[in-house]
């Protein structure tokens, strides 16, 4: 069992940047593909990135492709999003998830943290 914590969400200007951490803990962190998700009030849970075990393979959302980087440490059992050129349509709670398979469907992972809120103002 995995629990995950996210934090370093924010309010934040547009232009602006922000990195989120989500740190792992109660599993052997390297085994677990890690993704990105985030949630807008009255919107869908929807993909933001997702990166392998081995920190060699990263998929994006389009949405966000080229202003977002997923990396990760599997020493510091840690996933991080930084995100940078954000705008106000990227506000939204930014979730982290484990799973076994990269995926972009958040059926598909297994483990999820709470959530931090990200606000970018206009």
């Known amino acids: 069992q995995v629990q995950l914590v996210e934090s370093g969400g924010g309010l934040v200007q547009a232009g602006g940047s922000l990195r989120l951490s989500c740190a792992a803990s109660?599993?052997?962190?390297?085994?677990?593909?890690m993704g990105w998700f985030r949630q807008a009030p009255g919107k869908e849970r929807e993909f933001v990135a997702t990166?392998?075990?081995?920190?060699?393979?990263?998929a994006y959302a389009n949405s966000v492709k080229g202003r977002f980087t997923i990396s990760r440490d599997n020493a510091k059992n840690t996933v991080y999003l930084q995100m940078n050129s954000l705008k106000p349509e990227d506000t939204a709670v930014y979730f982290c998830?484990?799973?076994?398979?990269?995926?972009?469907?958040?059926?598909?992972?297994?483990?999820w943290g709470q959530g931090t809120q990200v606000t970018v103002s206009s």
């Open positions: 990166i392998n075990r081995s920190n060699s393979n990263t």
């Open positions: 998830a484990a799973g076994s398979v990269v995926a972009i469907s958040h059926n598909v992972y297994d483990y």
């Open positions: 109660g599993g052997t962190f390297s085994k677990y593909v």
